[in-house]
């Protein structure tokens, strides 16, 4: 498959899925009920904790998050259970029916779970609840801590799908207060995994592929790395340049809350920003610093009483880790991009009326530029 065409099939099947379902709204749905709570965290050994925001170590606290556990009212669909325990964790697989298990279908499926574990918890941490429940038989593709809906092919057997919908485990709306954070950390994930899990696909033909069970195309440098798929979706000249322009034409204060009428677009929006902001970021920056950078806020959502992450604190984070030599370029551009602004301690923040719980931009020098191409 061209992978211009694949591109373009992951972007219009991620729009038009719900992929970031909350346990609020699971509950109300009357499909899980918010019955576990995550492994207990024990003190981490990164000091990012303490280095970037000067948290006192004595006041780290051990959290926990609410995680989507089974429904009793829903066991009475006719769903085949299959549990495995993978890197460490719980897998509860509901199939539809009991053949489902022995299909290369499931065979694939069951091995993206596990490459993305393996991944996952190597860049973030422990999985943050004690089992996952995924349900193969959907007709869309939504994740939330413990808990992934997911159809079966082209879903489940497809890597960026799959992988996206489970990074919401950690970058949900539990956790981040930004759509454009929660979405972009969810689909660079994926790429990064790309770049690292060459053992999946290298060397396999389409035809390997599919016999194997696996979904469209087999990844490749060229359609899933970062720099490439930075590079293609600033294209003009490209199709699919046309929803990712929004990156070049707005900051994150610029971006809309999806409510009403707009709501789908403005979705659309945040995610495909934030998917080339992060990507942005990797290509002048490094990978490493931005996959620190996640990290970080991450475990400063866990390990401080679960308070979600904001703008500033990824701002924060970035600034931490990538080389030192570039630390005035990357103020600058972040406080741009993020429209932030450096404030004496003595001053108060003023949030913003957005969505993106920054710091306002006071300073004219780095008020968003609209329309403009940011190089």
Request: net charge positive.
């Amino acid at each position: 498959m061209n992978f211009l065409k694949k591109i373009a099939i992951s972007i219009v099947v991620i729009s038009c899925l719900s992929t970031n379902l909350s346990v609020q709204a699971l509950t109300k749905d009357s499909f899980f009920l918010p019955t576990g709570t995550a492994k207990m965290y024990t003190a981490p050994k990164a000091q990012d904790l303490f280095d970037i925001w000067q948290i006192d170590s004595t006041k780290v606290k051990k959290t926990s998050v609410s995680c989507a556990g089974f429904n009793q009212a829903r066991e009475k669909l006719s769903h085949t259970l299959v549990t495995r325990s993978i890197e460490g964790v719980i897998v509860n697989f509901y199939l539809p029916n009991p053949n489902f298990e022995s299909t290369p279908l499931f065979k694939a499926g069951e091995k993206l779970v596990q490459v993305w574990l393996q991944e996952a918890q190597a860049y973030f941490g422990p999985y943050p609840c004690p089992d996952l429940n995924i349900f193969t038989p959907e007709n869309f593709a939504g994740g939330t801590p413990g808990y992934l809906g997911i159809g079966g092919n082209g879903g489940f057997n497809y890597y960026w799908l799959l992988w996206h919908e489970l990074t919401h485990s950690y970058f949900g709306t539990h956790s981040a207060k930004a759509l454009w954070l929660r979405e972009g950390a969810s689909n660079v994930v994926p790429s990064f995994m790309i770049e690292t899990r060459q053992d999946l696909y290298l060397g396999k033909t389409q035809s390997d592929w599919t016999k194997e069970g696996f979904g469209l195309a087999p990844p490749t440098q060229a359609a899933d790395g970062v720099a490439e798929q930075f590079k293609i979706f600033s294209d003009p000249k490209n199709g699919v340049y046309q929803d990712f322009q929004v990156y070049f034409k707005k900051n994150a204060c610029d971006l809309q809350e999806p409510l009403g009428q707009a709501a789908e677009q403005a979705y659309k929006d945040n995610s495909n920003w934030g998917r080339m902001f992060l990507f942005d970021l990797a290509v002048r920056f490094g990978k490493e610093p931005v996959k620190n950078a996640l990290k970080a806020v991450y475990e400063k959502y866990r390990y401080t009483n679960l308070t979600k992450i904001s703008d500033r604190d990824f701002y924060d984070a970035l600034l931490y880790h990538i080389d030192k030599k570039q630390t005035i370029q990357a103020k600058q551009f972040l406080a741009k991009k993020l429209c932030i602004v450096e404030i004496p301690t003595s001053m108060n923040a003023v949030p913003t009326t957005g969505i993106n719980n920054g710091y306002s931009v006071t300073n004219p020098l780095i008020t968003p530029t609209r329309g403009g191409r940011l190089r």
